[in-house]
Nanobody
Framework: QVQLTESGGGLVQAGGSLTLSCAAS????????VGWYRQAPGSQQELVAA???????YYEDAVKGRFTIVRDNAANKVYLQMENLKTEDSANYSC????????????????WGQGAQVTVSS
């Protein structure tokens, strides 16, 4: 399993932008799926975005049109570009990677990062 390390979190005003980075300790090119989760205090963890090697990209409804997941196999990095941030986007964001099944309709993430805090102020 690869080790994942997030960076780029911080404090941003509502309407602003932020890009999270996830660096892998090894190659991610052979991993079927990479994704970003978030968890706010008192809330369940939710999948925000994911992308697979067979071309499937998923975005949670609340972030569609504002967030973009980018996979850079050459650099072994995954990015989450976030625009027009809202206070409700405040959460701890974690990247994940691993295989998928059922033609990548199901993610079987095996590697997880420690997370990066994003706080959006009003």
């Amino acid at each position: 399993q690869v080790q994942l390390t997030e960076s780029g979190g911080g404090l941003v005003q509502a309407g602003g932008s932020l890009t999270l980075s996830c660096a892998a300790s090894g190659s991610i090119s052979d991993l079927d799926a990479v994704g970003w989760y978030r968890q706010a205090p008192g809330s369940q963890q939710e999948l925000v975005a994911a992308t697979t090697t067979n071309g499937i990209t998923y975005y949670e409804d609340a972030v569609k049109g504002r967030f973009t997941i980018v996979r850079d196999n050459a650099a072994n990095k995954v990015y989450l570009q976030m625009e027009n941030l809202k206070t409700e986007d405040s959460a701890n964001y974690s990247c994940a990677a691993g295989p998928c099944s059922m033609q990548c309709q199901v993610y079987n993430f095996e590697s997880w990062g420690q997370g990066a805090q994003v706080t959006v102020s009003s």
